[in-house]
Structure formats: structure tokens, C-alpha cells
């Protein structure tokens, strides 16, 4: 892993998290589940077998080659804008099949962050600032405080073959582990679409179905449930949603991304049982939503497991 130097500013408190930087050089610029159990998910044993959790309700893996592919592009003008038919209690009509344009997703999304300098991994580790935290799903009730969070930036690749960077809300209390995964996948070339903070105006937006945001922290209860999603403690990530759905019975989840329950494609963007992104995930101790059995999902990882 690369190097790590960190810096607290005088008189701050010691359980906020230290301001780090990774990567070449000190000074580098910058959701239907089961009802989760009543144990603190800081205090869980991950090798514990547990019920699955949740899925991400707004919201690849090369695994021959592991190499970043080259034709990424902004994709159909339409995404993100087609809200999709409702009963009318608000459920989305089922079944929803996935666009042609979406059956090989290769999409670069904008990022307000500047790209990386070169091609080496690199990453900052910084408290939660006002302007951070106005612009994420945080408010009074939630079950961490804003200290209690860590901001990320990481490099990543994306489907254009180019190496971008993203920002992620994490517990503090893992964010150096997180770090280290993403160290990973930057080195295997494991292409992500989107890697920015979820907005509170994202979980009560019309559903569009076509999401594809890698993301941690995210202030909402489990899918269907009314107990806190391990994404709302900051102990929880997910990676390419559409590439790597949510299915429990004919919930899908995202809602157009049914073309990927395939897990046989290969394509890029996918998670394959033995590729580095369950074993990156792995080995900081932290379980996969592809391995539960009442149903699966793809893309969600956290450290209970759940």
C-alpha cells in the first residue's frame, strides 16, 4: 500500500479523524431486506453468517485481463431522466427490462473533481467540512455524527480507459481500509462508472432505474424496513450497482438492470466470486451481498456483512 502522512491541526479533537494523504508523495494534491439484528455493526463479528441487509435504493470487473477498456462514453441522453411507471401507492411496476443501449454500460460520468496528475494511485483521507456535509444525506437522527465520518478522495478508472477521481463518505473508523480497496482495484484497472456523494433530494426522487453510483455513507433505512442500513453507520459500499444488481424475488434493484443478474456475461463493471473485488473486500474482513442466500447482492459490501 502506499505510503500514508498525516497531519491534525493544533487543538483538534482526537477522535475526529486525522487529514491524510496517499499516493506518490506527502504533499499530493489533491435497497427489500431482512430486518437487520439489534448488535452495534461497529461491535459485529464480520465471519459471523448473517442475514443480508439491503440494496441501494437510488442508485466491473475485467475479470480476463483486468484491464480498464477504452470506449467509455456519457451515454444515452435520456439516463437519469425517464422515470419509470408506478402503481399508484408508488411501486414500480415490474418486471422492467434493460435498455439496449445499457446491455454493455461503459459510461463515463462527469466528476467535479480533477482528474489525478498521472496514473498512480492516490487518495486523501479529511474530516467532514460543512460543505461536505450540507451536500450529503446526513441530518439530526442519523446514527453516526458528522464526526464520526470520514471524506475520501480515490483514484479510480473508468470505462475510458483513464484514471478519475472520486469521494466517498466512510466511518472513520475504517476509512484507511476502504482506502486500501480501492488501492486495488485501481491496480487491477477495474473500471467504475460514477464515484461522487449521494444527495438527500436522491432518495425521494422519481425512480429512473438506471443508477450506476459507487457509494458509503447514505442516511436511510434497510429497503423496506425501518432499522438503519449499514450504509447509514458508514460501514457499507457499493460498486457498480447496474453492473451488479439487487434481486430479491422480482424487486430488482437498480430497476433496469435485470440484464445483469447474468453473472455469466463477463463484462466490465461485473464482480466475479473470486475477483479482486470481493477478495480486496476480503481481506479487510468485510462480506459480500453476492454471497447471501434468501437473495442477492451484487454490489454491496460491508463490515457486519449485512
Known amino acids: 500500500m502506499a505510503a500514508v502522512a498525516a497531519s491534525c491541526t493544533s487543538g483538534a479533537d482526537e477522535d475526529r479523524p486525522l487529514s491524510v494523504s496517499i499516493g506518490p508523495t506527502a504533499t499530493q494534491t489533491s435497497l427489500l431486506a431482512t430486518t437487520e439484528t439489534t448488535s452495534d455493526p461497529a461491535t459485529s463479528d464480520p465471519a459471523t453468517t448473517v442475514p443480508p441487509e439491503d440494496a441501494d435504493p437510488v442508485d466491473g470487473e475485467p475479470e480476463a485481463g483486468g484491464v480498464a477498456v477504452a470506449g467509455g462514453d456519457a451515454g444515452p441522453d435520456w439516463l437519469g431522466s425517464r422515470v419509470l411507471p408506478t402503481t399508484p401507492d408508488g411501486v414500480v411496476v415490474v418486471p422492467q427490462t434493460t435498455p439496449t443501449e445499457l446491455l454493455d454500460r461503459r459510461i463515463t460520468a462527469p466528476s467535479a473533481l480533477p482528474a489525478p496528475p498521472d496514473d498512480r494511485f492516490a487518495a486523501t483521507i479529511d474530516p467532514v467540512d460543512a460543505e461536505i456535509l450540507a451536500r450529503s444525506t446526513w441530518e439530526p437522527g442519523c446514527p453516526v455524527e458528522p464526526e464520526d465520518l470520514a471524506y475520501l478522495t480515490v483514484s479510480f478508472w473508468g470505462f475510458d480507459g483513464r484514471a478519475h477521481t472520486g469521494e466517498l463518505l466512510v466511518n472513520a473508523t475504517v476509512a484507511t481500509d476502504v482506502v486500501q480497496v480501492f488501492e486495488r482495484l485501481h491496480d487491477a484497472r477495474f473500471p467504475i462508472e460514477e464515484m461522487r456523494i449521494v444527495a438527500a433530494a436522491e432518495l425521494t426522487a422519481p425512480p429512473t432505474g438506471d443508477g450506476n453510483n459507487t457509494t458509503g455513507f447514505v442516511c436511510r433505512p434497510v429497503v ?67 454471497n447471501w442466500q434468501s437473495l442477492e447482492d451484487y454490489h454491496h459490501f460491508s463490515r457486519n456483512g449485512r
Open 224 to 290: 423496506g424496513g425501518t432499522t438503519f442500513s449499514q450504509h447509514a453507520y458508514g460501514l457499507a459500499v457499493d460498486i457498480n450497482p447496474f453492473h451488479n444488481p439487487y434481486r430479491r424475488g422480482d424487486l430488482i434493484l437498480p430497476e433496469l438492470s435485470a440484464h445483469y443478474l447474468d453473472r455469466s456475461l463477463d463484462l466490465p463493471g461485473m464482480i466475479e466470486p473470486t475477483g479482486v473485488v470481493v477478495e480486496a473486500f476480503t481481506e479487510i474482513g468485510w462480506g459480500w451481498g453476492g
